[in-house]
């Protein structure tokens, strides 16, 4: 096995604040809706509706995993998407200046902050309430929500938004690292680990990196090497494992949920886009993403495959210099726009549909969907437009 040592020392730069200028003393605009005259411009301006508007942002600022559009009821809500909901909803208002996802993206923090940590089990749980009652805790579900409250601090410099930050990262450095991986779901209240199953989400593996990026993220907000230190192990890792996940071992066609995954893999080597081997590994990736999404796509196809897979061409050719295929890009971004729902119902109109199977698009309107399609097709326009900015803070 290669062994991979990544240095990331000499990136110290601040995270950029995104636009605190609608954020002073504590207080934020009143909420407002769009005129109905004001045309929508955009993917991202409908999915911003989508989220402001549909109820899967419940009454406690908590995000449900996802709408089933055939039976009309949400899903549990879940602190992963919620922390999802925050980066996207930080998003939307960075690149419009409404006061609205601003706000809402409070509302869904504070939820985090407030209510979702456990003080007894110090961490982050899984679904409130799990439906079968059973309490867990995924390392790669305290990652995003890190990141989540980071977008936010990064506007609103709330300390409580740094603290819990800190709090869910120490949470991930204490209760699961294992022989050089981080075990992926722990039971609570004991802190075990569950036994490894061949499903990605429940094995450890390179997407795992995704996660780590929390660690990175508060590095550069902090300073504290410890982060840092963290970080680098979690790349090293990664990079020794990321041969291993593709295709899936017993199924193919399952081989696009681990597209899903791998994807994050990617995403999170952006920050190192400069350093030679994860540039190599940026572009092969690529290839294999694209080569199984168009083997499989006949039978099943993830649109926030499609998303991710955009998302990580442009930033790659910015930050490492690796030519787009621009047809491949494009197909992609069409890919993307038709898995938009565009109906009378608020309750799923301008959000995404999660997939399509063999034709027909599955019954699931989907917060992370519809986070990540919405940020790709606005990083596309943005590079048509010859203004696309890669910063890899801003990745949802």
């Known amino acids: ?60 600022g908590g995000v449900a995993r996802y709408y089933h559009s055939d039976v009309h009821q949400n899903a549990a809500v879940s602190t992963e998407i919620t922390g999802y909901a925050v980066s996207a909803l930080v998003f939307a208002h960075a690149r419009r200046g409404d006061p609205a996802p601003l706000e809402a993206a409070v509302r869904a923090a504070d939820f985090l902050c407030d209510t979702a940590w456990s003080a007894e089990y110090d961490t982050f749980p899984f679904e ?57 779901i722990l039971e609570l209240p004991s802190k075990a680990a569950l036994p490894y199953e061949p499903q990605w989400s429940r094995s450890p593996g390179c997407y795992q990196l995704k996660s780590a990026l929390a660690w990175y993220e508060l590095f550069r907000v902090t300073g504290e090497e410890s982060y840092l230190s963290l970080y680098e192990r979690a790349v090293e890792s990664a990079m020794s494992s990321e ?77 490492a210099g690796i030519r787009l295929q621009t047809a491949e890009a494009s197909e992609e971004a069409a890919a993307i726009e038709a898995f938009q729902v565009k109906s009378a119902d608020v309750r799923v109109n301008g959000g995404f549909y999660f997939g399509e199977r063999n034709g027909a698009l599955t019954p699931y309107v989907n917060p992370v969907s519809a986070a990540f399609c919405s940020q790709a097709l606005e990083f596309w326009r943005d590079r048509e437009a010859g203004t696309f900015a890669a910063n890899p803070a801003l990745v949802i």
């Not at 096995?1 to 636009?19: E, F, N």
């Not at 990652?143 to 603290?163: A, N, Q």
């Not at 080597?269 to 006949?298: F, K, M, N, W």
């Open 1 to 60: 096995m290669k062994t991979h040592r990544v240095t990331v020392r000499t990136r110290v730069d601040s995270v950029p604040s995104i636009d605190p200028f609608q954020y002073r003393d504590g207080t934020i605009s009143p909420l407002t809706s769009p005129s109905p005259s004001i045309e929508i411009r955009s993917a991202l301006d409908r999915a911003a509706g989508w989220f402001l508007q549909s109820g899967i942002q419940v009454s406690n």
């Open 243 to 319: 041969e291993r996940f593709l295709p899936d071992p017993v199924a193919f066609e399952k081989t696009m949920d681990r597209l899903h995954a791998f994807s994050y893999y990617l995403e999170a080597l952006l920050p190192l886009a400069d350093h030679a081997d994860c540039a190599t590994a940026l572009e092969r990736g690529i290839q294999r993403v694209s080569g199984y999404l168009r083997q499989i796509r006949p039978a099943f196809a993830r649109s926030d495959v499609y998303a991710q897979l955009l998302r990580v061409r442009l930033y790659a050719e910015v930050l």
């Open 128 to 184: 409130l309430p799990r439906p079968d009652g059973r309490m867990l805790s995924y390392f790669f579900d305290l990652g995003i929500i890190v990141r989540g409250l980071l977008r936010i601090y990064d506007v609103t410099r709330t300390p409580k938004y740094l603290d819990r930050a800190k709090d869910g990262a120490r949470a991930m450095a204490r209760d699961f690292p294992h022989e050089g991986a981080f075990h992926p």
